[in-house]
Nanobody
Framework: QVQLVESGGGLVQAGGSLRLSCADS????????MGWFRQAPGKEREFVAA????????YYSDSVKGRFTISRDNAKNTVYLQMNSLKPEDTAVYYC???????????????????????WGHGTQVTVSS
């Protein structure tokens, strides 16, 4: 059973950095595509970043590209989100998610849809002050 637990959120000033972690207690972490999403008050959940099973490919939303980096350590069953140059508009609850679907082809847009992910963590709050 997949249980995702996020950590690393907090309060930071604009321009600062945070690193989020998401640990999976199960035994099949390496078989999942992993993604990070965020949801600000009054807004829909939006895609932030995703990483393939091997970690060989990564995908980012335009709003975080160049500032955030997603990575994974399959030996530790953990996915990370390094967030640099944070802005007040990055304030949100950040969720990690896992997708177990096996396809022969994944379009780039596949990774950005929350509906394609099977398992979700409870989220960690990130607040960026101006």
């Amino acid at each position: 059973q997949v249980q995702l637990v996020e950590s690393g959120g907090g309060l930071v000033q604009a321009g600062g950095s945070l690193r989020l972690s998401c640990a999976d207690s199960g035994r099949t972490f390496r078989s999942y595509i992993m993604g990070w999403f965020r949801q600000a008050p009054g807004k829909e959940r939006e895609f932030v970043a995703a990483i393939t099973r091997s970690g060989g490919k990564t995908y980012y939303s335009d709003s975080v590209k160049g500032r955030f980096t997603i990575s994974r350590d399959n030996a530790k069953n953990t996915v990370y989100l390094q967030m640099n140059s944070l802005k007040p508009e990055d304030t949100a609850v950040y969720y990690c998610a896992a997708d177990s679907t096996i396809l022969t082809y994944y379009s780039n847009s596949y990774y950005t849809s929350p509906g394609n992910y099977d398992y979700w963590g409870h989220g960690t709050q990130v607040t960026v002050s101006s």
